[in-house]
């Protein structure tokens, strides 16, 4: 595709409802970052793929994320049993390669946990 | 751990003027690059200039220019003759040369409002 596409652009879930977000990457982009960004914050890391390998996920808040890519190209990110916290803009993010110089973003998904 | 502070929550012009946005940070890295991306409305983050840690000559990219100064850990951007669509959220960022990846990738300000009046 012609950039970083994400679904849904906005999700409505009730406490306690599991999520998943998906992000479809520019395609043959090496690299794959997942960022959370509150309101009125910039973004912050939640986790990293190259290719398939999940090489870092330090900034997942909770082990209700989870995050996986597994023929390399899309990735989803689940959040179980949501909570109000968890409202936010994901964003996605890909790069040609694995060290992440040049990032494409998508517009992100919003999430509302009410 | 990298730390990027904007100091300027919302600021405002009008167009036609020169604004420039704040951005400092603390790193004990010597080889990194630092950014400027621009958040409109529709989310997406749209990358405005780069600088590179090593090169002493400043980034431009049209009408965009940075005023980075290594040791004193500033990068400030510069808007000349602004326009209506640059109105948005503005951020800085910082990433290590040579970084991996993940949480040594792109660390973020928390941003600054650029409102360009008609």
């Known amino acids: 595709g012609a950039g970083v596409s994400q679904s849904p652009r906005y999700k409505v879930a009730k406490r306690g409802q599991d999520v998943a977000l998906r992000c479809d990457p520019i395609s043959g982009h090496v690299s794959l970052f997942w960022y959370q960004q509150a309101l009125g914050q910039g973004p912050e890391f939640l986790t990293y793929f190259q290719n398939e390998a999940q090489l870092d996920k330090s900034g997942l808040p909770s082990d209700r994320f989870f995050a996986e890519r597994p023929e390399g190209s899309v990735s989803t990110l689940k959040i179980q049993r949501t909570q109000q916290e968890d409202s936010a803009v994901y964003l996605c993010a890909s790069g040609y390669t694995g060290v992440g110089e040049k990032l494409f973003f998508g517009s992100g998904t919003q999430l509302s946990v009410l | 751990a990298q730390t990027v502070t904007q100091s300027q929550p919302e600021m405002s012009v009008q167009e036609a003027e020169t604004v420039t946005l704040s951005c400092t940070y603390d790193?004990?890295?010597?080889?990194?690059?630092l950014f400027w991306y621009k958040q409109p409305p529709s989310r997406q983050m749209i990358l405005v200039i780069r600088?590179?840690?090593?090169?002493?000559q400043n980034a431009t990219e049209n009408r965009f220019s940075v005023n980075f100064q290594k040791a004193a850990k500033s990068f400030s951007l510069k808007i000349s003759d602004s326009q209506l669509g640059d109105t948005a959220m503005y951020f800085c960022a910082f990433m290590k040369r040579g970084s991996g990846g993940g949480a040594d990738g792109l660390t973020f300000g928390k941003g600054t409002h650029l409102i360009i009046q008609p």
């Open positions: 790193t004990s890295e010597n080889n990194y690059y």
């Open positions: 600088q590179e840690a090593y090169k002493q």
